[in-house]
């Protein structure tokens, strides 16, 4: 007899279900706020949702995914309107955020679940705090004029957005690995950063503004407006810089590959599968040289859902 259509959903509730017991999230209405955040992170974000669910011990799933979700709702705001719409819609939203670590009450479901994960893991609140200091840079962000721009675009921003979820899988402060951890995420993120600026450039061209710096374009004859305008004739050049902007985000990203090692056993199938990833993507811009002008560049989806499997594999072993 076969078994009813519902079977395959019936069971990810169940494991939902589960997860939450299992990071002592009994309350009802903070599950149900838990659960809005995770169907919010599978619908906008399908790769960090599976990683997440294949490779994250059970318990601390519904923590990541309100972290990833809260970024997203506040990166949302960032999107919105003009630059003065945008920053008038940050400060009314850091200021709820900061309320709600206060200790004020709210109805809004991400920050429900926020709270509630901060509450339960005390060193995210000044992450928390990092992140939203950080806001107004990504909200008045319109290119670079040089690299010391990019580096200090990383550092109020990116790292503190990445260490919004890197925090609850690293060590604590004042442990022995921690600043090292710290040390290899900001490496990381870097690179992380230099692989979305290039793979992205399509979408950020026409929005007039790309996160290669100016300086360098200038160094191949090129600037945004020709890149925009005249694409074809400026991949030959494009190609020398995507060339040299790929070199710097390997460079740096193998400075983080011993970042894995940093965190506990059953947290490095995750992070190994996050930067296995991102080592496709830079080699899918490597592969298209100057033609992400045009195409942008992304990896296979197969060779993704191999690193997955990979991981998942030897994630299950550690649960054994």
């Known amino acids: 007899m076969s078994q009813p259509a519902t079977t395959r959903g019936d069971r990810s509730l169940s494991r939902w279900s589960a997860a939450l017991n299992q990071a002592g999230v009994s309350d009802q209405e903070m599950r149900r706020?838990?659960?809005?955040q995770r169907k919010l992170v599978r619908s906008y974000r399908r790769e960090e949702y599976l990683a997440a669910r294949l490779l994250l011990p059970a318990g601390l799933r519904p923590y990541v995914l309100a972290a990833v979700a809260f970024m997203h709702e506040t990166d949302r705001r960032i999107d919105l309107g003009d630059v003065s719409a945008r920053n008038e819609a940050l400060r009314s939203w850091n200021s709820e955020v900061r309320a709600v670590l206060d200790g004020a009450k709210t109805d809004q479901d991400t920050l429900r679940a926020l709270e509630d994960t901060?509450?339960?893991?005390?060193?995210?609140?000044?992450?928390?705090r990092d992140f939203l200091d950080g806001t107004p840079v990504e909200a008045a962000w319109r290119g670079f004029e040089s690299e010391a721009e990019?580096?200090?675009?990383?550092?109020?921003?990116?790292?503190?957005?990445?260490?919004?979820?890197?925090?609850?899988?690293?060590?604590?402060?004042?442990?022995?690995?921690?600043?090292?951890?710290?040390?290899?995420?900001?490496?990381?993120?870097?690179?992380?950063?230099?692989?979305?600026?290039?793979?992205?450039?399509?979408?950020?061209l026409q929005q007039g503004h790309i996160g290669v710096p100016r300086d360098e374009l200038l160094r191949r004859g090129l600037?945004?407006?020709?890149?925009?305008?005249?694409?074809?004739?400026?991949?030959?050049?494009?190609?020398?810089?995507?060339?040299?902007?790929?070199?710097?985000?390997?460079?740096v990203f193998s400075q983080a590959r011993e970042l894995p090692a940093l965190v506990e056993p059953h947290y490095r199938p995750f992070l190994r599968a996050l930067m296995a990833v991102q080592r496709l993507r830079l080699q899918a811009v490597e592969a298209a040289g100057g033609s992400v002008l045009k195409n942008g560049a992304r990896p296979a989806a197969s060779a993704t859902l191999r690193i997955l499997w990979q991981e998942y594999r030897a994630f299950r072993k550690l649960q054994r």
């Open 33 to 36: 706020a838990y659960d809005v």
């Open 223 to 251: 600037d945004v407006e020709d890149l925009r305008e005249r694409p074809e004739a400026c991949m030959p050049a494009m190609e020398k810089v995507v060339n040299a902007q790929a070199a710097l985000a390997d460079q």
């Open 150 to 204: 990019l580096q200090t675009y990383v550092d109020r921003y990116s790292m503190p957005a990445l260490m919004l979820t890197a925090c609850l899988i690293g060590p604590l402060p004042g442990a022995a690995q921690y600043e090292a951890f710290e040390q290899g995420c900001r490496k990381l993120i870097e690179a992380m950063q230099r692989i979305d600026f290039l793979a992205d450039l399509p979408e950020d």
């Open 118 to 128: 901060v509450r339960r893991h005390a060193q995210m609140a000044e992450r928390v």
